[in-house]
């Protein structure tokens, strides 16, 4: 077996170590679950190196020529074979055998893929298979960063029918990569879950909604009919720019299409979920959130005296062992009955479903040790599902919203312009670390209307479509 041809097959497959160290080319053959045959049968990579040819030459002027050539052949020889991981060469040089080398990052990540989600119910892979992550990295790298994309890079995106036109240093998205992307921030992020995100064309939208309907009257028999007229307004929706940056090493990029596809897209899909999420939930309206009101700030800020507000449910202590299953059941009664035909759900943080609510459900008996062991995997709570969203509270104290509950479209609207995410990239940021740069970019507005009054007067007091308890 010719010692070269497992070197270059092996670099092809991201080895970087010494060429004629057969102990690490052995290595990282085993770590990788490579297996390198010929003739059909397993080549021992130890053995291998210790049956390669030696040979003595006598170098003189006239022979460097000569000897220049012969390598340059080699080496072409063996770029070839590498590059479709199959060699027509023997021991000896002289007749045509087969030689073939696994790929053992794409094996890795279907078998990753395939396996679903890990204990926390996150997704393994970003992507369904390799051959989408390929692609992916395939883009941003003719895309994003031309000077580093090869020609199989662009073979794959020109295969694949997707534009890679990029004059202004970022490029949007493409769809086919969209549902993804968004199924990462799903997993991730909670805001997406319980709301629709709009995709707009600008900044800022005003979206009609209506405030009151028309009025009957009993006008009897020839009386006259008093005209009324339903009303409305805009609620007007401002989408504002959010960042990330990430930095990958050049050895990533240079390694597996595959590997540096995932990485960037799950941490660039993870972070903005998390903006995302605390914007919807947790904005005050000031910078750190992007200028958003989100739901809790939104129902607290109605009045000062939460008693007066509407949707506003005081449970039965100050801490998260004082609440009560009857809390939870005023939170669901609170809510306007036409959130039970739009699909309500409950939005918490895990820590306090199963500290709270979890431990409330099992104490009310009729629960059996299957039911105890095997769990739920979609936590339901009095009739509603249960959306986990991380930046929820997750530690006691008082006067603090913990829960909220409702139909969660009819109480806000969210856009998000153009096509979603736009990524870019620079490797002169990172010159001297030999890494390149990536941004991530994207336009996202929420606008929270209908979470209802506050009066002093409790006849007067009407709840929105979302609903909150809150520690007293």
């Known amino acids: 077996m010719n010692w070269n041809m497992i070197v270059k097959a092996v670099a092809a497959e991201g080895y970087t170590g010494p060429t004629d160290d057969a102990a690490a ?80 990052t794409r094996k890795k990540y279907d078998r990753e893929a395939k396996s679903g989600r ?35 890079d662009r073979h794959i995106v020109a295969k694949a029918g997707i534009t890679t036109t990029n004059t202004l240093g970022g490029a949007t998205v493409p769809d086919i990569f969209v549902p993804q992307l968004i199924e990462l921030r799903e997993t991730r992020g909670a805001a997406r879950q319980v709301l629709d995100v709009m995709t707009v064309g600008s900044d800022v939208v005003q979206m009609p909604r209506r405030t009151g309907g028309v009025t009957v009257y009993w006008p009897g028999e020839a009386g006259s009919i008093t005209a009324s007229d339903p009303t409305l307004n805009n609620v007007q929706v401002v989408a504002n720019k959010m960042t990330a940056f990430t930095q990958v090493s050049n050895e990533l990029l240079n390694d597996s299409a595959i590997s540096f596809a995932d990485f960037v897209a799950r941490e660039h899909a993870y972070a903005m979920a998390d903006k995302e999420d605390e914007a919807v939930f947790n904005g005050d309206g000031t910078s ?45 009664g609170r809510a306007p009955s036409y959130t039970d035909t739009a699909n309500p759900v409950w ?12 431990r409330l459900a099992l ?107 809150a520690t007293s």
């Open 363 to 469: 104490a009310a008996g009729g629960v059996t040790s299957i039911e105890i062991a095997n769990g739920i995997r979609q936590p339901i709570f009095l009739g509603a599902p249960v959306v986990f969203s991380q930046v929820m509270p997750r530690v006691s104290a008082g006067t603090q919203i913990c829960a909220l509950y409702g139909a969660f479209n009819l109480a806000a609207k969210a856009i998000q312009v153009g096509g979603g995410m736009q990524i870019a990239s620079d490797a002169s940021v990172g010159f001297q670390s030999d890494v390149t740069s990536f941004r991530g970019v994207n336009r996202f507005g929420i606008t929270v209307h209908d979470v209802g009054n506050a009066s002093a007067t409790a006849s007067a007091r009407v709840p929105g479509a979302v609903v909150c308890l």
């Open 25 to 104: 080319v052995a290595a990282f053959v085993k770590s990788n679950n490579i297996v390198i045959k010929h003739n059909g049968n397993t080549v021992d990579v130890i053995e291998a190196h210790k049956a390669r040819p030696v040979r003595e030459i006598n170098v003189t002027d006239e022979r460097v020529d000569e000897i220049a050539v012969e390598v340059e052949r080699i080496k072409s020889r063996a770029r070839g074979a590498a590059a479709v991981h199959t060699a027509t060469m023997n021991d000896a040089n002289e007749s045509p055998a087969t030689f073939a080398i696994g790929n053992a």
């Open 347 to 358: 939005v918490v943080h895990k820590e306090f479903y199963w500290n709270v609510m979890a």
């Open 118 to 152: 890990d204990y926390a119910g996150l997704k393994r892979t970003a992507f369904g298979s390799s051959d989408e992550a390929e692609l992916f990295g395939a883009w941003v790298k003719c895309a994003v960063m031309p000077q580093v994309a090869t020609a199989d």
């Open 288 to 332: 750190t959130y992007g200028g958003h009101t989100g739901f809790r700030s939104k129902i607290a800020s109605l009045s000062g005296t939460v008693a007066n507000i509407a949707g506003y449910v005081v449970g039965s202590g100050s801490t998260y062992a004082t609440l009560a299953l009857a809390d939870f059941e005023a939170v669901v």
